[in-house]
């Protein structure tokens, strides 16, 4: 996958988002995205996922612009956790596969390694348990991370090439959320996997880590580099964190 001099405007505005983005990661591995807010992030898995094309350059597959791939097929490679996502007024097992037939045993699996426990007392139907009370008054009202947990059961279940999370566990508490990436990084095996994060201690797993700011890359290494460089821009952002672990 290249990113090859990607500039991208947003609608109704001359302001670069991205700004001659050069990237290419290698099909299995597993790259982290970081930067503070408003440095292109989100943007640039959005032009990933071909959910807006660039303003300026392409972006390739194999060495063919993605936009000559049939639509569908390409957005089927990838399954993603977005910042906004959303749950369904349906059964358990039903929003963890987005069908009403599905693989249980699968689902369970999913979520297990999500950290949702689908056998706590709450969920007393297991996955016929209906998330909200919306369409059943027996329905269980859960908390945000206990949705976040549910929304990356869905995106393991899709089992696409590409696996994408956006901030996927911003409710949870840093040790649940250790928890989770370490499993996250058991499951996903040759499939390729990207991950954007602002706490950059979930980051160091990954091959590589990417560092946006202001619209560029303006670092790209493993966090052993990165942090090796004291006067750029992601030792600033890991001591600005570390503090708070110290």
Avoid at 7 to 29: A, M, Q
Avoid at 200 to 217: H, K, P, T, Y
Wanted: aromatic residues 12%.
């Amino acid at each position: 996958m290249e990113f090859k001099d990607v500039s991208f405007c947003y609608p109704g505005t001359d302001r670069k988002v991205l700004d001659h983005v050069n990237l290419k990661f290698r099909i299995g591995e597993k790259l982290a995205i970081v930067g503070e807010n408003g440095s292109g992030k989100s943007t640039f898995i959005k032009l990933l996922c071909r959910l807006y094309d660039p303003t300026e350059g392409e972006i390739l597959l194999n060495g063919i612009n993605i936009k000559k791939y049939k639509y569908k097929e390409y957005m089927s490679v990838f399954s993603v956790v977005f910042q906004d996502f959303k749950l369904f007024a349906l059964p358990l097992g039903q929003n963890v596969a987005a069908s009403t037939e599905y693989d249980a045993d699968k689902v369970q699996e999913c979520l297990k390694l999500a950290g949702f426990d689908v056998h706590s007392d709450r969920m007393k139907k297991g996955l016929d348990t209906w998330l909200y009370k919306d369409c059943d008054a027996d329905g269980v009202n859960i908390s945000g991370g206990e949705e976040q947990k549910i929304a990356l059961a869905r995106a393991l279940y899709q089992n696409a090439a590409f696996l994408i999370l956006d901030e996927p566990t911003a409710a949870l508490d840093p040790i649940a959320e250790a928890e989770v990436y370490s499993s996250f990084n058991e499951i996903v095996g040759d499939r390729t996997a990207v991950y954007i994060s602002h706490r950059l201690s979930s980051c160091r797993f990954c091959d590589e880590i990417v560092v946006f700011d202001r619209g560029r890359i303006v670092q790209q290494g493993t966090h052993e580099e990165l942090v090796e460089q004291t006067n750029c821009k992601y030792y600033e952002l890991w001591s600005a964190q570390a503090k708070y672990y110290a």
